[in-house]
C-alpha cells in the first residue's frame, strides 16, 4: 500500500489520522486485533509509532449511527454484526489507552 484516501474528509493533514480511521473501521468490522494487526505494519513499514492520539481522535467519530451505515458501506461484501460494534470499538479503544 502506497496511501490511504478518505474522500469524506479529503485533504492535507497528518497521515497518523488516516492510519487511525482506517484501524476505526478494522475495528468496526472485524475487532481490535484486526486494527493492532495494521497499526504494527504500518509502523513496520514507515519505520516509526502512529502517535496514540490520533487513534483516540479516530475513536470519537463512532456512534450509534455507524450500525445503520457501516451495512451500506459493505453492500453485502462481508458479514457485519452490527450488535458488537460498540464492544468491539472499546476494545481499540482500551489498546490506544494502553499506549499512551
Known sequence: MTGVVDWTRSC????????GHCRLNLAVLFGA?????????????AGRAIDPWWDLYAVTAYSDEWRRFIPVQVAGRAPVDTAGMTSRVEDLLEATLGRL
Open 12 to 19: 492535507t493533514g497528518p497521515a497518523d489520522f488516516d492510519a
Open 33 to 45: 486485533d484486526w486494527a493492532e494487526r495494521l497499526r504494527l505494519a504500518y509502523e513496520a513499514e
